[in-house]
């Protein structure tokens, strides 16, 4: 089997609204950021491929236009998924496996400030029996979050701890949307309160990934994918236990992340309550760090964020501040598709 | 030319309505009719669990699955979540609960709302009642809500799944609203044709103007950000004859639709050709665009009357 690597991660300054910029114009400099970090060129990359989804941007095939910020002439080999980007890091880690490319550009982003995001997600729900009740993301978090606190699996103030850890550590990170301490706030869907929410914002991020020597070349310390994989569970909530996630741990289990501790776990929760299924789910202890990024509660660029959770995975194996790492992410309401991804860097 | 800051990035309101028809399978059909008579119906899987709402296809060996049964209106609350501001097309106008409830006679939940005075009259494990929409049309919102409810619980019993006047299907109305912005390079356009000019993007690499711009080059992936005037005028470099009227569209059919390479520009842009026979028109025609009282882009493009453009002029850009 061939060997993969996370080579370089650029991410955008998350923002509540970038309505200044059209997608090309917000996804292009990090595009270009991921490029200037391995010396790529936009020609020499041999598979591209994007994650966005047209109903936040409110209109059909909206993934086209920031092709234009790839150099899509002459003709490249390209693929998009209507999903977040780290599905598309899953088809392009696939692409690379098989031998039919040596180098991969990934990007995702999402504009949530155009519409109302809250709504936006409820026309993924199941169009019979879910969707005309119109019951938003938070609405179905919440019922997971009393879920949990019913099963004694977590309260309110020890998710208000978790929200706290997460911008507390995004303080040091300068492309989170929200840094540092703030008020926990009122309900929003109670037991969830404003900040156990994630942020709305705009965002885009970008990896590159390489195959082999390809890899040790472009980067002085790859960030090799050791395994991938993604499950899903049943789309009607009532069929599901709501405060575990077999997919997750499935997921998991299938990528090796059990077979030697991690050190590092930049886990896509967006809602403080997922972080406790997770860390269940995933058998995590207190001595993973996790979300040293701040998390998806610092900055959620819908369809980015759980690209971005690989790339500061990644990042921190190639600043040499990681050795063993998980990256996870989510789609879907309450947890119901989850990617795990084990990256290692070789030994300093 | 530097573009010089935007002086206005636009805004409008884009709303997006979908009606979406929908087909139900045996199952499904059976579900939302019986909802319109005020009946539950769930699926029993393999293993002998029964599902509501029901699905064709057991979740765990993927089987089909047919065997229908009633089930009680009155069930359990195994989840909740208490909504003070309820949304749009949320099912109730006050504040509610969200709720699971596993109605007596079923193994899994169903996700609806609870009609209740306030988070403190709500809890896991209570009991409540399905409260039945006046006018009901085979639809999940054929159940208006839920309502407290201390009862005896109720049981499973087959049911043959035939109704009169079967529901086949419904129709998934959506309605999202967007506030749309085009973006910077997108704005420049817009303002500039306002002002009766036509501005492309020039790329700093292959040095080919863009118009209209979208702020990058497709072929080099860089950002175009010298802004070029181009025209007025420009070459039809090719048309179609559109004979079928568009609903909604105050133009008379058969009329021209071509794509008009402006002088300086590197790419065709598209629009109406109007001033001119249809039958008339034709490859190389020099045109130039007409503004309305008012009018915001050009209306449509019309012969300027200088001789028709030489085919090796304009033929890279077809």
Sequence with gaps: MREVAIVAFAQTDHRRSTDDLSEVEMVMPVLHGVLAQTGLKASDIDFTCSGSSDYLAGRAFSFTMTLDGVGAWPPISESHVEMDGAWALYEAWVKLLTGEADTALVYSYGKSSPGVVRDVLTRQLDPYYVAPLWPDSVALAALQAQALIDAGDTGEPALAEIAARSRGAAADNPHAQLRGARPQGGYVVQPLRTGDCPPVGDGAAAVVLAAGDRARELCGRPAWIRGMDHRIEAHSLGVRDLTDSPSARLAAERAGAFERPVDTAELHAPFSSQEVVLRKALDLGDDVRVNPSGGALAANPVMAAGLIRLGEAAARIHRGESDRALAHATSGPCLQQNLVAVLEGEAQ | ?318
């Design chain 2, 1 to 318: 030319m530097t573009a010089a800051p935007s002086p206005e990035v636009l805004r409008a309101p884009l709303v997006v309505e979908f009606p979406f028809t929908r087909s139900l399978g045996p199952v499904q059909s059976a579900f939302l009719t019986g909802l319109r008579e005020r009946t539950v119906l769930g699926v029993r899987t393999s293993d002998g669990k029964v599902l509501v709402p029901p699905v064709e296809y057991d979740p765990v060996t993927a089987d089909e699955i047919r065997d229908l049964v009633e089930v009680a209106p009155t069930g359990t609350v195994t989840t909740w979540a208490w909504n003070p501001d309820p949304r749009r097309d949320q099912p109730l106008a006050t504040p509610f609960a969200w709720v699971l409830v596993k109605l007596d006679g079923a193994d899994t939940a169903l996700l609806h709302v609870l009609d209740a005075t306030g988070p403190d009259a709500v809890r896991t494990g209570q009991r409540v009642r399905i409260r039945w929409a006046g006018e009901r049309t085979g639809a999940i919102t054929d159940i208006a809500c839920f309502e407290p409810y201390e009862g005896e619980p109720g049981a499973a019993t087959p049911h043959t799944g035939e109704f009169e006047d079967t529901v086949t299907g419904i129709i998934a109305q959506a309605r999202l609203d967007y506030v749309y912005s085009p973006g910077r390079a997108q704005s420049d356009y817009i303002n500039a044709l306002a002002g009766r000019k036509t501005v492309g993007e020039r790329c700093p690499s292959c040095r080919k103007v863009y118009v209209p711009p979208r702020g990058a080059c497709p072929t080099c992936g860089v950002a175009t950000d010298e802004q070029v005037e181009v025209g007025p005028a420009g070459t039809l470099t090719t048309y179609c004859i559109v004979n079928i009227k568009a609903r909604g569209l105050d133009i008379e059919v058969p009329y021209v639709y071509g794509h008009i390479a402006l002088d300086g520009a590197g790419l065709p842009l598209h629009g109406r050709i109007g001033g001119i026979p249809y039958d008339q028109v034709r490859m190389g025609l020099r045109v130039e665009p007409v503004w309305t009282e008012g009018g915001r882009f050009p209306d449509h493009y019309r012969p300027t009357g200088e001789p028709d453009a030489d085919y090796d002029t304009y033929k890279e850009l077809i």
